[in-house]
């Protein structure tokens, strides 16, 4: 069993004391807007992103981690909704579905790319904390802290849930269907209503999350548990008729989760014993989705977009990319030294990242610097291409003093993938954070567990703030990181993102560059190995893994089809690099492309349960 040290303890005007105060402004009206042409960062200082109009000769493709959530943005996309509109339907089904990796009750970004105009915008869904936050969040009553799971599973993890209330308002710009008669609730509700046909990996994660806290939320026991006391089985046949009550709810007010009987019922659940939260009516109705600019920068000529802080995924997969470009990548190609380059950006990368990105309403960041050509050139300068650094230290291009990051990880989410027949592109990263989030439910949905994403300390063992220390209000940092990515011309050239906890970044990342630079497939770049390098450990998808007790190669799993060579191994591991050898990083690719001729291409990690679905 681990145990946590959760020392939460800053403020927002402890913040505001040391400097660290900032919020976001949004641009004036008439502010003029930045291209693919006339920049090499562009969404920094708050202008519209505007890159060329792209010609999509296709009606539509949705790709999403369940194919009841496929064919339900499919459906929307058939009934001339917009990408938008359907990826309502995918949300609420994911909900349903694959209620261990997102849901109604969690948080989510997303970016568009509208084809007639080349805007690229952000939305950020983040869930916020609550106002009562304390620096003994995840301590007990005598002082001592509490143990994993019981922190998880408390009501004290859960933040106010901002997942529908950003799609209502990415709704107001890009839905074509009126909100909820248009349609986009009725698969999911069907669903509910009726029964479907329990997944795979619902039953797999609710039998592994039942050996542990899962059955201390009443609503979760009644759900996820037989009257033989085992869990769902996969293919049994359930109904979620509280579901579909919450989806009429939301048809009729999109804000139905922040307010209301549906709003009160979630307080009530993260008030019951052990360990109740704080969360308050004041704290729900207050929350407001954001909309920014896409955060976008150059790679190789290509242009590649995605969500603004306090999304990290976006800043650390261009920091990975920009490093990565001073190295000829394409002649290395998926091999030993290819590999050791991209682990040893990824680590450069991740360190930046955990350093500085958290929220910006209340911490500085130096995106600018962060991505700046000669900042990364100096970063890239210290890969020795014959050896592993051993040391990954951030940098400080801005003269920063900020504090080392204590932030824990839990892998979860979901991310999904939709063009519509307008050319509207959405690529939207999803979750709930831990496999079922907190492991309470309301109403048919999952908490979740976000406040887990803070720091657990604020300040470093040398007096430094850290940026994701936990205050009021303040959005945790998270890993999610849709992506879109723009030819040299500036058009349109494909979608990539994944689930996977702070895994999401080098997952993303992996997909650009299979794509970009060794010339792969969608689907080719899905399947590439997972390698995974941060705070001087690498986690990689290995093949060939030896069973300790029998000493037999392991083919089972993920690790049959997918992984590094146990040559390519054994040569990084030569080189130094410390790796955790695994028989699958289970990750949750997904990805649309267009091809030359304007038609698509979509690729759905075999690693999961996802599909591509076409409009005929």
Known sequence: MKYFTLALSVSVLALAALGLGYHYCPPEAGAKAQTASTADITGVDGAPVIMAKTEVKAKGMVVAANPYATQAGVEILQAGGSALDAAIAVQTTLGLVEPQSSGLAGGAFLVTYDSKTGEVWSYDGRETAPTAISDKLFYDDEGKQLRYFDGIASGRSTGVPGAMAMLHLAHKDYGTLDWGSGGQFDFAHNLAA??????????????????????????????????????????????????????????????????????????????????????????????????????????????????????????????????????????????????????????????????????????????????????????????????????????????????????????????????????????????????????????????????????????????NPIANAPAPGKRPRSSMGPAIVFDNDGQFLFTSGSPGGNSIIAYTAKTIIGMIDWGLTPQEAADLPNVIARRGRVRMEAKGLVDEDTNEIIRTGPAAEFGVSPEIVAALEAKGHNISKSRGEISGVHIIYRNPDGSLTGAADKRREGNVGVVE
Request: include cysteine; hydrophobic fraction near 35%; proline fraction near 7%.
């Open 194 to 463: 009726n029964g479907f046909n329990v997944p795979g990996r619902m039953a797999n994660t609710a039998a592994r999350m039942g050996r542990f806290v899962l059955n201390r939320s009443e609503g979760a026991k009644n759900y996820f548990f037989l009257q033989d006391g085992t869990t769902i089985k996969e293919g049994q046949l359930l109904k979620n008729p509280d579901y579909a009550q919450v989806l009429t709810a939301l048809k009729s007010n999109p804000r139905a989760m922040l307010e209301g009987p549906i709003a009160q019922a979630i307080i009530d659940e993260i008030r019951q014993e052990p360990y109740p939260g704080t969360l308050t009516l004041e704290d729900m109705a207050a929350y407001q989705p954001e909309k920014r600019p896409a955060l976008c920068s150059r790679y190789r000529g290509h242009m590649v977009c995605g969500a603004q802080p306090p999304s990290s995924g976006g800043i650390a997969v261009q920091s990975i990319l920009r490093t990565l470009e001073n190295f000829d990548m394409a002649a290395k190609g998926p091999s030993v030294d290819g590999w050791h380059h991209f682990i040893e950006a990824s680590f450069l990368g991740y360190a930046d990242r955990s350093q500085f990105v958290a929220d910006p309403k209340f911490v500085d960041i130096p995106v600018k610097e962060l991505l700046a050509r000669d900042y990364l050139k100096s970063r890239a300068a210290l890969i020795d291409p014959q050896a592993a650094m051993g040391a990954y230290k951030a940098g400080d291009p801005a003269g920063f003093a900020r504090g080392q990051d204590a932030t824990p990880d839990s892998p979860g989410t979901s991310h999904f993938t939709i063009i519509d027949k307008d050319g509207l592109v959405v690529s939207m990263t999803t979750t709930v954070e831990a496999p079922l989030g907190s492991q309470r439910m309301t109403r048919g949905f999952m908490l979740n567990n976000q406040l887990t994403d803070f720091s657990f300390q604020s300040i470093d063992d040398n007096g």
